[in-house]
C-alpha cells in the first residue's frame, strides 16, 4: 500500500486549468482517469486526510504511485479525452460498463441507384436513411418481412443483385412477390425509389395517410367488381397493421429521443435506455456495472453518455432525456450537438407524457438491477471467499488479485504448444491471454516445454521493466530476428496495456511437481522470488508447491479449487484449440504454402494459370513471370522451391490399376480426407 504524501504534486505546480489527469500504479499501469474544470482544487482533493476520502477514493489513492495531468482548452475537451483514455487504457477504477457493442439499425440505401434494405451495426454512413436502433436483429426482420408485401424494395447484397442481372433470372423474392425485381426489369429505376421512399415514409412515422389512400384504393377495387385486387390490398393494410403494432406510438408529436434512467446501489449501477425515433420506441439497451469509483448519479449518466455516444456507432437525436444532469451540464450539451451537428436538447422531463415513459424506463433499470443482483448476490462474496482460501492454503501475504496459468499440449510430440491464461480479481481477463510455440527443442518433453515458457514470459516482464530502470536483463539464448520471440509483439508505450507488463501474484501449471519444478528454476534462473507458485494435478486435483514431498489437499467443495480448477481448464481449452489449429493447417498445407514471400492471391494465380502443380514444376523463370503479379525474384524462389521437392509418385487409376502417363494433367492439391479414427490429444 503506497503512500500519497510520497506523490503528491509539489504546492503551486497544479494548474489552475481545464483538463485530465491519470493516475499509475507501480508497474505505470494506469488506475484512474479524470477531468476537472479546474486540475488544481480537483487533484488537491485526493491528498487530504485518508479517513475522509470515500473508501473506494481512498483504495485509488493508497494502490497508486504517480499522477500526472494534461492541460486543455476547454470542458468539452476535457470530456472528449477523459472518453478516449477510458477506452485506450481501461481503468481499473472507473466506471466501465459492460455492455460495448453496437445494435443493429434498419438502413435504406439511398445512394445507390436501386436503394437496398438491410440490417446495418457501426457508424452511420452518408447517404443512408437509418432506422432503430432495435434491441434484436430477428426484430428488424420480422418487421421487414411484414413490409415488402406492401413495399417490394429490394434487400439482396450487390453480388447477387449483379448475377440475377447477368442470367435474367429474378431470385426467390421476386417470384414470389416481395421484391419488384429491378434487377430483371420488372420496375425502372425510378420507380424502384419510388417504393424505398415510400417504405421510409412509413418507417418514420407518417402512416396515417398511406393506410387511408390503400383504403380508398380497396374500395374503389371492390366496387368495380375486381375482388383479387381488394384482397390483396385488404391482406396490404393487415400487414402494414400488423407492423405498426409491433411500435406502439409513445410519443404523440413523433418525437426522437433517447430516455435514460438509473437505478443504483452502493456497489453497483444499472442503466436502461429507450431509444423513441418519430415517437415510437424503436430499441432498448441496458448496461450494469461496479461502482469502483466514487460518483453520483450525474456522474453515472456522463459516463453513460460517454459510452452510448463516444464511439460514433449511434446518432444523436434531438432529445436526450436524463434523470440527472451532469455537472457542469453544457460541455455534455455541447459535445453532443458537436456530434449531432445541430442543437441538442440534455434534459430532464418534468411533465407530460415524456415524464410518464421515464418512469417506465426508470422501473425497467429497477429491475435489471434487481435481477442482476439476484443472479451475482453470492457471485462477489465468492470470488473474495475464494480468492482468501487459496491464500490460506498456500500461505501467502495478501490474495492473489492477479493469478497466470500454463498449460502445454501437442499430438504425439507433434505441433507443441503452450498457453497462458490470465484471471484478475476471479474473473478471466481474455484480452491477457497468450499462446506461444515451442521453438527450444524438437519432440515431446512436457516439463522441458514449461520452464521454456516460463522463462519466455518473465524474461519479457524483466525486458519491459528495464525501461524503467528498476531490473538488469539477465543474457538471453539467441531469437530471430529482432531478439524477440513472435508472439511477444510490438512494444507499447507507459501505461497502455503490453504483452507481459505486469507480474502475477500467483502463478499456476497444469501438472504435478515436475512441472512445478520446472517453473521454480525457471523463475530462479531470472531471479524472480516474489511469485508464489503452485500446479495442480488433474488425477487427485492436488496442489504441489515448489519444494513440497507432499501435496496440499483443498477440499472438494472448496470455492478455492474451484477457481483453481477453472482457471486449469480454461489454460487447457485455450492452448489445445491453438494446437488443433496449427494441425489443421499443416495438415491442409500445400507445396507452395511454404514458400517464402508467395501470399494466398498469388499462390492462386499460379494454380489458375497452369492448372496443376505438375505444369508449374516444369514451367521456367520466364514463363511464371507471365504470370500477373509475380515478378523475376517470385519466380525465382518458386522455381527453386518446387525443384528442390521430391516428385510425387506416378498417378494410379484406382479402377483399372493402369499407371497414368507423365504428360497426364496433376490435378491442384486438395484438403485431405477427414481423419476416421480418434485421436488422443496430449494436453
Not at 491464461?421 to 527443442?441: M, N, P, T, W
Not at 524503467?468 to 510490438?490: C, K, N
Not at 507432499?550 to 477453472?566: I, N, T
Amino acid at each position: 500500500m503506497a503512500d500519497p504524501s510520497t506523490y503528491r504534486p509539489a504546492p503551486g505546480a497544479i494548474p489552475a486549468s481545464p483538463g485530465v489527469y491519470k493516475f499509475r500504479d507501480a508497474h505505470g499501469r494506469v488506475i484512474y482517469v479524470g477531468k476537472a474544470k479546474s486540475l488544481r482544487p480537483r487533484l488537491s482533493s485526493y491528498f487530504q486526510d485518508l479517513a475522509g476520502l470515500h473508501p473506494r477514493t481512498a483504495t485509488m489513492v493508497t494502490t497508486a504511485a504517480s499522477v500526472e495531468w494534461t492541460v486543455v482548452a476547454t470542458e468539452v475537451e476535457a470530456l472528449q479525452l477523459e472518453y478516449s483514455w477510458i477506452k485506450e487504457f481501461d481503468p481499473r477504477f472507473n466506471v466501465k460498463y459492460r455492455d460495448d457493442k453496437s445494435y443493429p439499425e434498419l438502413a435504406v440505401t439511398l445512394d445507390e441507384e436501386y436503394p437496398r434494405v438491410q440490417v446495418m451495426r457501426g457508424a452511420h454512413k452518408k447517404g443512408v436513411r437509418y432506422f432503430g436502433p432495435y434491441g434484436h436483429a430477428w426484430a428488424i426482420r420480422e418487421t421487414v418481412d411484414l413490409l415488402l408485401r406492401v413495399f417490394p424494395v429490394r434487400t439482396c447484397s450487390n453480388g447477387v443483385f449483379k448475377r440475377a442481372r447477368q442470367v435474367g433470372r429474378p431470385c426467390l423474392l421476386g417470384y414470389i412477390g416481395k421484391c419488384a425485381a429491378p434487377c430483371v426489369g420488372r420496375v425502372s429505376a425510378e420507380e424502384h425509389r419510388a417504393l424505398a421512399e415510400d417504405f421510409c415514409d412509413f418507417m418514420a412515422g407518417r402512416t396515417g395517410n398511406y393506410l387511408r389512400r390503400l383504403e380508398t384504393e380497396m374500395q374503389e377495387a371492390a366496387a368495380d367488381l375486381e375482388y383479387e385486387k381488394a384482397a390483396r390490398l385488404r391482406d396490404d393494410i393487415g400487414a402494414l397493421k400488423r407492423a405498426m403494432e409491433k411500435n406502439a406510438i409513445v410519443l404523440a408529436d413523433a418525437t426522437d429521443a433517447d430516455l435514460l434512467a438509473v437505478a443504483e446501489d452502493e456497489l453497483e449501477a444499472a442503466v436502461q435506455i429507450f431509444h423513441v425515433r418519430g415517437g415510437r420506441v424503436r430499441g432498448q439497451r441496458g448496461w450494469v456495472t461496479d461502482k469502483v469509483e466514487d460518483v453520483d448519479t450525474a456522474g453515472l449518466v456522463e459516463h453513460a453518455l460517454q459510452q452510448l455516444y463516444g464511439g460514433g456507432s449511434e446518432s444523436v437525436p434531438r432529445e436526450v432525456l436524463v434523470p440527472a444532469l451532469p455537472e457542469p451540464v453544457e460541455p455534455a450539451r455541447d459535445w453532443l450537438s458537436g456530434l449531432r451537428g445541430a442543437q441538442v436538447d440534455l434534459r430532464i422531463p418534468q411533465r407530460g407524457d415524456k415524464k410518464d415513459l421515464m418512469a417506465t424506463v426508470q422501473r425497467n433499470a429497477q429491475q435489471a438491477l434487481a435481477l442482476h443482483k439476484t443472479k451475482r448476490a453470492s457471485d462477489l462474496t465468492t470470488r473474495s471467499r475464494a480468492l482468501q482460501e487459496i491464500a490460506e492454503a498456500l500461505e501467502l501475504d495478501s490474495v492473489p488479485l492477479r493469478i497466470e496459468c500454463f498449460d502445454i499440449s501437442h499430438l504425439q510430440g507433434e505441433d507443441v504448444v503452450a498457453s497462458m491464461v490470465v484471471f484478475e480479481d476471479g474473473l478471466a481477463r481474455k484480452s491477457e491471454y497468450r499462446r506461444f510455440q515451442i521453438k527450444g527443442f524438437e519432440g515431446q518433453d512436457d516439463v522441458r516445454s514449461m520452464h521454456e515458457v516460463v522463462s519466455r514470459r518473465f524474461r519479457r516482464y524483466l525486458q519491459e521493466r528495464e525501461q524503467t530502470g528498476e531490473w538488469a536483463v539477465p543474457e538471453e539464448p539467441e531469437t530471430p530476428e529482432d531478439g524477440r520471440h513472435p508472439e511477444d509483439g510490438p512494444r507499447t508505450e507507459d501505461g497502455r496495456p503490453k504483452r507481459f507488463a505486469y507480474p502475477p501474484q500467483l502463478l499456476v501449471v497444469d501438472g504435478g511437481l515436475p512441472q512445478v519444478a520446472a517453473a521454480r528454476r525457471a523463475l530462479d534462473e531470472l531471479g524472480i522470488d516474489d511469485v508464489a507458485l503452485c500446479g495442480l494435478a488433474k488425477r487427485l486435483e492436488e496442489v504441489w508447491l515448489p519444494g513440497e514431498d507432499d501435496p496440499v489437499v483443498l477440499p472438494r467443495s472448496s470455492e478455492g479449487l474451484y477457481l483453481l480448477q477453472r482457471v486449469r481448464d480454461e489454460a487447457h481449452r485455450f492452448a489445445i484449440t491453438y494446437q488443433r489449429g496449427k494441425r489443421s493447417k499443416r495438415l491442409t498445407a500445400g507445396e507452395l504454402d511454404s514458400v517464402p514471400g508467395l501470399g494466398e492471391t498469388r499462390r492462386q494465380a499460379l494454380l489458375k494459370h497452369f492448372g496443376s502443380l505438375k505444369k508449374l514444376r516444369a514451367a521456367t523463370v520466364d514463363e511464371l513471370c507471365a504470370v500477373p503479379g509475380i515478378g523475376r525474384r517470385t519466380a525465382e524462389t518458386v522455381a527453386a522451391a518446387l525443384s528442390s521437392r521430391t516428385p510425387a509418385a506416378p498417378a494410379v487409376n484406382t479402377a483399372t490399376g493402369e499407371i497414368i502417363e507423365d504428360g497426364a494433367e496433376e490435378p491442384a492439391p486438395a484438403a485431405p480426407e477427414p481423419e476416421t479414427a480418434p485421436i488422443q490429444e496430449t494436453p
